[in-house]
């Protein structure tokens, strides 16, 4: 099963407050345990929402909303991929992650990812096959 792992932002992570050294170290220790236990995929931290935009979709119109954006406590500060054999196994390896927030009150939100077997009949074999060949298509880009 595959996972996204939220790491929400804050008032400091909102602020552009950048991780300490130590931190930094923390994280990277830690993502080397994920790697080397084939859970990580990929992972990233992310720039203030007030260097992002949100798109509104409203029938045939598109919105554009330059940020900050006011809840924080609804925004991602960072997020990684994760391959886990269950969602309990996810957890406990967001259990031992190191504090993403030194100092603040700070969560993780984990959420499994759709695979392709979830959308049953719809996924055509057909459409199956597109999706197929467009991943491989990204992976080999990589």
Not at 73 to 89: D, H, I, P
């Amino acid at each position: 099963m595959r996972f996204i792992v939220f790491v929400k932002a804050t008032k400091n992570s909102e602020a552009g407050v950048m991780p300490s050294q130590e931190l930094l170290a923390a994280m990277m220790k830690y993502n080397e345990e994920l790697v080397q236990a084939g859970v990580m995929l990929g992972g990233e931290g992310l720039h203030p929402s007030s260097k992002g935009v949100r798109v509104k979709f409203a029938g045939s119109r598109r919105i554009v909303t330059d940020g900050p954006f006011a809840e924080t406590n609804e925004l991602v500060a960072g997020y990684w991929l994760w391959q886990c054999t269950s969602k309990e196994e996810a957890i406990e390896w967001v259990k031992r992650c190191p504090s993403p927030m030194p100092g603040e009150e700070s969560e993780i939100e984990i959420r499994p990812l759709f695979e392709a077997d979830d959308f049953g009949a719809e996924l055509t074999p057909e459409l199956r096959e597109r999706e197929d060949r467009l991943r491989a298509q990204a992976a080999g880009k990589k």
